[in-house]
């Protein structure tokens, strides 16, 4: 049975991990699978809203001694524009929607750990929170269920290396052990994030087809909604 989604029920996706864990390339086969399978709906996907940052264990000396917080409110400066100039308008339009990176990159930014900066990961992460009530949910948008892309560790020091020429293989893993445990404490009933972690060893192929499987119970979830409304009014 086709399924017409209302543009009231568009879903909102972010792809998100630390950076050379494959996100965007996960983020790009979708660009191409999703809508060969799901050829009756509407897909709208955004690069990186934050693509433009430097990464963390490049920092100059200025972005090195920001406290966390304020590179916080760095963050939501693009993120603030996106979702005006585009993730809004886009929801009107399509019935799913993807984005590679979103607010938890924000956050993973804000509290990387580089060796000698300054830490207050429970306050920058409270601080991103509060403005995900105040420029997100209170725009009438739902934050996205999160994909997220953890990276086999041995393929996560590998890219850190080239990233980062003399960077030592403790300051490799003391910098990935820090990105997992922000990713793992963002999500939970008291930040209201919710979000899927893929395990490190799983293939491309195995992430694609898990994802394609949550958007057809989403499209199905729809379908009985719009069933039982019909009903009630009938």
């Known amino acids: 049975m086709e399924v017409t989604l209302s543009r009231n029920d568009c879903s909102f996706f972010a792809i998100s991990g630390m950076r050379g864990s494959g996100r965007t390339r996960l983020f790009k086969e979708l660009k191409s699978v ?3 399978t799901f050829g009756d709906h509407k897909f709208a996907f955004f690069d990186d809203p934050l693509g433009g940052l430097p990464h963390p264990l490049l920092w100059a000396s200025d972005e090195r001694g920001l406290h966390p917080t304020t590179r916080v409110f760095k963050c939501w400066a693009p993120l603030n524009e996106f979702n005006i100039m585009k993730l809004k308008p886009a929801m009107s339009e399509h019935d799913f929607i993807f984005v590679d990176g979103y607010g938890l990159n924000a956050v993973l930014y804000a509290t990387a750990y580089v060796g000698d900066n300054l830490e207050d990961d429970e306050a920058s992460a409270a601080m991103h929170h509060l403005i995900v009530g105040a420029r997100v949910i209170a725009q009438g948008i739902k934050p ?3 994909f ?20 030592s293989a403790l300051q490799c893993e003391a910098f990935i052990e820090k990105e997992v445990r922000i990713i793992q404490s963002y999500f939970g009933p008291e ?3 919710t979000g ?3 395990d ?9 087809e898990f994802i394609i ?22």
């Open 191 to 193: 930040t209201g994030q």
């Open 148 to 167: 997220v892309t953890l990276g086999n560790r041995s393929l996560l020091v590998d890219y850190l290396t080239k990233m980062v020429p003399g960077i």
């Open 213 to 234: 499987i949550k958007i057809q119970e989403r499209i199905e979830e729809i379908r009985r909604c719009s069933s039982n409304s019909t009903a009630m009014v009938a």
């Open 196 to 198: 899927h972690l893929f």
């Open 34 to 36: 999703l809508p060969q």
């Open 144 to 146: 996205p269920p999160y």
């Open 200 to 208: 490190p060893d799983m293939s491309l192929d195995m992430m694609c």
